[in-house]
Structure formats: C-alpha cells, structure tokens
C-alpha cells in the first residue's frame, strides 16, 4: 500500500525556518518524480514545488522561490521541503504527493500525504 | 502561469441531481487537466486524469469531458458522499496550477 506521511509543521515566527519531511513506504520511491502542495486555512490547493527522481529537475511556485528548498534522499525514501524567510501567508497545511506519468499522457497526482501544518505568527 | 478557472465556486443539489463543474484554462492546455475531490480535513483524492479517464476505483457516476481551454466535470446522480470540494489542475507546464475549487452542499 502506497502510503506518504508528512512531518515537521509547527508554530513558526515570521522571518524563521523549518524543515518538513515526507516519508514514503509501499512503492519504489527512487523511480518517482515528488510535489509538495499547500492549502491556506478555508481556501484551495497551490502547488509549490516539484522534484523529479534523480533530483536533477526542480521547480518552484513564484511564491516560495528562493526561499523554499525542495530535496529528496532516495536512499531515505524521503522528501523534504526546507522553508526560510518564512511570511504569514505561509501558513497552511503542506501535502506531499506523488507525481505520475498517467495512462493518458499527462502527469497526476496520484497519492497525497495526510498533510502537516504549518502556521507562522508572531 | 496558467491560470484555471472553476464555476461555479459553490453549489447546492439534492441527492439524485446531476451536477456540472466547468474549469477554464487561460491558455490551450490539450487534455492535460485532472479533477480531484477533497472532503473537510481529508487529503485530495485523484478523480479524472487527463480530462476524461476515470482513476481506478472511481464510481462511475463522475465523468469528465473537454480538451483545449474548456473542460467539465459531471456527477451523473450524486450521492450523499460526493458532497465535497472539486478542484481542476493543468500538468501541461511544468509549473502546476489548480482552479479555485467548487464547493459542492447539499441543498
């Protein structure tokens, strides 16, 4: 059973850090492209960032890039998403979901985490 | 980035109705468009992927339809647990975007 399992969300001061973790068990993660994807209290889904499986192709939402570092250890079965300069509009529970290549030609999102939470205040 | 579209933001139906959602991309997206559905405190959950292929395990009372900028999503007969969040997404960029969702009550 294909299962993701996010960690590391808190209470975090404008301006801070935090690093999230997604653990991933039941499928060959090293052969997997990865996303992470956010969701504000009460509002809709914004993708913010994509790893592909060797890690060589990454991309970034306009929001979080340069602040937000996305990586992964295949060794691990691991994602990660480490988040600096963190602002109030950060806030929001972050999903990592898995990335795949459907029998239709485009990419999905297949399987999501349970989600952590993340909020920044002071 | 493109941007999705989705109308209406929210609506009331009555068990047995059959329900449309439209999603519009700003830019001729092929059929690189996914619907999933998202219930309160719950992950999304991967309906339809590239605009009409129902994912595995999906009743078949949901059904999607569109190519190019217009795309829908239809519930032939809903169901007390379809009552829930519907959100589109384009995978045509690399840059991923999601519609605003429709937040679908029973009325």
């Known amino acids: 059973e294909v299962q993701l399992m996010e960690s590391g969300g808190g209470l975090v001061q404008p301006g801070g850090s935090l690093r999230l973790s997604c653990a991933a068990s039941?499928?060959?993660?090293?052969?997997?492209?990865m996303n992470w994807v956010r969701q504000a209290p009460g509002r809709g889904l914004e993708w913010v960032s994509y790893?592909?499986?060797?890690?060589?192709?990454?991309y970034y939402a306009d929001s979080v890039k340069g602040r937000f570092t996305i990586s992964r250890d295949n060794a691990k079965n691991s994602l990660y998403l480490q988040m600096n300069s963190l602002r109030d509009e950060d806030t929001g529970v972050y999903y990592c979901?898995?990335?795949?290549?459907?029998?239709?030609?485009?990419?999905?999102?297949?399987?999501w985490g349970q989600g952590t939470l993340l909020t920044v205040s002071s | 980035d493109i941007q999705m579209t989705q109308s209406p933001s929210s609506l009331s139906a009555s068990v047995g109705d059959r329900v449309t959602i439209t999603c519009r991309a700003s830019?001729?997206?092929?059929?690189?468009l996914n619907w999933y559905q998202q219930k309160p405190g719950k992950a999304p959950k991967l309906l339809i992927y590239a605009a009409s292929n129902l994912q595995g395990g999906v009743p078949s009372r949901f059904s999607g339809s569109g190519s190019g900028t217009d795309f829908a999503l239809t519930i032939s007969s809903l169901r007390p647990e379809d009552f829930a969040t519907y959100f589109c997404q384009q995978t045509y960029t690399n840059i991923y975007t999601f519609g605003q969702g429709t937040k679908l009550e029973i009325k």
């Open positions: 830019q001729i997206i092929d059929n690189y």
């Open positions: 979901a898995r990335d795949h290549n459907s029998f239709g030609g485009d990419r999905v999102l297949d399987y």
């Open positions: 790893i592909s499986s060797s890690s060589s192709t990454i």
């Open positions: 039941g499928f060959s993660f090293s052969i997997y492209s």
